[in-house]
């Protein structure tokens, strides 16, 4: 299974290692041709200003739109959250809050438990979901303010599971 990560800027060498430890071969996608083949994508944490304008750059946004409106399995964590919302890609139906919890000396971790599963969740500048269509189910929340959702094929968390010691959402992308 071939699973792209956008790789413009933040971590995406980190969800790479995550995805060949599962098995799969993770691709780096800079390009629009680095889509060709995909069988899932993450959209990783980072600079959410910085990689929409090298989305832009790169002729990204309508070939990766294109992509996760076919059905592939989409992981947006942090910025990647922010990425996918209505103001950027408009793929995600939600509507979020840059460094919702505050600047990087806020950051923090928490326990969560999405679909049945406690994890440990990294959360570093991170956004919030501010507003949320019908369609999007709240899987999880802090302080009343929701940090994973999903919508169809598209799941997009607040925090960083790359740097946990757990891989279910990672294997949720596999699960195509």
């Not at 792209?4 to 098995?23: M, P, S, T, Y």
């Amino acid at each position: 299974m071939n699973v792209g990560v956008l790789a413009l800027q933040g971590d995406f060498e980190a969800h790479a290692k995550v995805i060949r430890g599962l098995g799969a071969t993770p691709r780096e996608v800079r390009t629009p041709s680095d889509l060709e083949g995909i069988d899932g994508l993450i959209i990783p944490g980072g600079e959410s200003t910085t990689m929409t304008l090298g989305i832009e750059r790169e002729g990204l946004a309508v070939p990766l739109t294109d992509l996760v409106k076919s059905g592939v399995r989409t992981l947006g964590t942090c910025a990647g959250m922010i990425v996918l919302d209505r103001e950027h890609l408009g793929l995600l139906d939600v509507t979020t809050r840059r460094n919702a919890f505050g600047r990087q000396p806020r950051s923090f971790e928490a326990d969560l438990e999405i679909d049945g599963a406690r994890m440990r969740a990294v959360f570093i500048r991170a956004p919030w979901v501010e507003e949320a269509g019908e369609g999007v189910e709240v899987l999880a929340e802090v302080d009343g303010h929701p940090v994973a959702v999903r919508e169809g094929n598209i799941l997009a968390v607040a925090f960083h599971p790359e740097l946990a010691d757990d891989a279910s959402l990672h294997e949720w992308v596999l699960q195509a």
